[in-house]
């Protein structure tokens, strides 16, 4: 008798792919639920419109909700953690703190929201749905905030197209990418857009993938400066000893077909360009092999 | 071309969901044209996206902050264009049965605006104007 329930499984859904829409579905619902919080406030407010029946200070809890909300979707946890690209304003420190006001706003109002209920609505024994859509509407929020910030996965920001519905007719694949199993973080700071986009569409038509974080699956870094990379990638750029090359690695690698090696492409400290000299071409479609020196590049596109 | 069709199909559904609005104007009772309110809901709810799409050039990544902020702003609008008829009807501004009807004309429009970005909005070259 006692686990009957464990050969149960939900019928499977395949028609719906919720691995990659899961973002797209949370965003969905945390909007549903977030706006419907405030039209059961507005309906309260249209309805009780005295003074007596619903306080109109009670509309207090539901605006520091809302700010709340914002507050804590506007950092992602990537940042929290400290692995996103860019510093941002305050750095990991200010996200947390950022994050942590955030959510005591936003408990707060919540906890408030109870409070009115009870304390302005059932204990005087008045007529308690003004109270009641106070505390829908922040219970709402609360959960609104939960889902659209719990709900979605970064990872799907960094992950690529499993398949494509249409191909555009100007992009030039290879049958070989010169690119595969390269993922290539571009660092572009104060590169006109057009060049940005001329070396993203070289690397991913060729087979490479962009990475928006130094990881250890990040198997190049193309930069146009030294010092435009953060201090956060340079260490862990230093402590992966991930290669960094100029811009110029990346095309010649296209235009000679071939993964080129980077000695020679690579950027060292002490000097910001680099010239190319005559590349040893190998014919390496694995990752690519570094030296062990000091590569410093920080690339933010 | 994704088809005259589907053009001419979608042009009919957001007619007949304008007129279910008019229809919730002038039924039961004449005169009450507070559900027009909603042609803003309407008109403002392709924006969010059609902004993401633009701002954001990433066809490579699966999904990225701003779209799914979109899609966040979208669905709000849709909530609303719910809940503005259903609040005009609790404060008696307009009669229930026009609430009715014009939730049904929202039902239709909104379906012909997802229909739309469905039939036409999934090419690479959804553009407004050329290079």
């Not at chain 1, 494509?164 to 590169?191: A, I, W, Y």
């Not at chain 2, 036409?120 to 070259?125: P, V």
């Amino acid at each position: 008798m006692a686990g009957f329930l464990d050969n149960f499984r939900w019928p499977e859904c395949e028609w719906f792919d919720w691995a990659e829409r899961r973002n797209a579905v949370a965003s969905v619902v945390a909007g549903a639920l977030f706006f419907t919080g405030w039209w059961i406030m507005i309906d309260a407010a249209v309805v009780y419109p005295s003074q007596e029946m619903m306080n109109h200070s009670f509309h207090t809890c539901g605006v520091f909700s809302t700010i709340a909300f914002f507050m804590i979707n506007a950092v992602s946890n990537g940042q929290v953690r400290g692995d996103a690209y860019g510093e941002g304003c305050f750095g990991r420190t200010g996200a947390r703190l950022w994050l942590f006001v955030g959510f005591m706003m936003m408990f707060g109002s919540f906890i408030g929201s109870v409070w009115i209920l009870f304390g302005a609505y059932v204990v005087p024994k008045k007529d308690v749905a003004p109270g009641l859509a106070v505390f829908f509407q922040n219970a709402f929020i609360f959960f609104s905030s939960l889902v659209f910030k719990f709900g979605r996965t970064e990872s799907l920001w960094n992950r690529n197209f499993s398949r494509k519905k249409t191909v555009s007719p100007f992009l030039h694949r290879t049958s070989m990418g010169v690119f595969d199993n390269c993922l290539v973080l571009l660092e572009l700071k104060n590169e006109p857009f057009k060049e940005k986009k001329r070396l993203k569409s070289a690397v991913t038509n060729n087979g490479g993938k962009i990475s928006f974080v130094v990881s250890k699956q990040c198997s190049l870094v193309v930069t146009n400066s030294l010092s435009n990379l953060s201090s956060t990638r340079l260490r862990s750029i230093q402590k992966l000893q991930t290669p960094v090359v100029g811009l110029d690695y990346v095309y010649n690698c296209v235009e000679r077909g071939v993964l080129l090696s980077v000695d020679g492409y690579k950027m060292e400290a002490s000097s910001a360009s680099s010239t190319p000299p005559p590349p040893v071409s190998s014919p390496r479609k694995g990752p690519l092999t570094h030296k062990g020196q000091r590569p410093e590049v920080s690339a933010s596109l | 071309m994704a088809g005259i069709k589907a053009l001419i199909s979608l042009s009919f559904g957001g007619a007949i969901g304008l007129m279910f609005l008019m229809l919730g104007c002038t039924l039961p009772v004449s005169d009450k044209y507070w559900p027009l309110f909603l042609l803003f809901f309407y008109v403002l709810s392709p924006i969010p996206y059609c902004i993401s799409r633009r701002v954001v050039d990433d066809t490579d990544s699966a999904s990225n902050a701003c779209k799914e902020l979109a899609i966040f702003f979208t669905t709000g609008i849709v909530i609303s264009a719910f809940g503005l008829p259903i609040v005009f009807a609790r404060a008696e501004v307009i009669a229930w049965g026009a609430c009715a009807l014009v939730l049904t004309g929202n039902v239709v429009i909104f379906g012909t605006i997802l229909g739309f970005f469905l039939v036409f909005g999934s090419n690479d070259d959804f553009s407004w104007q050329q290079w």
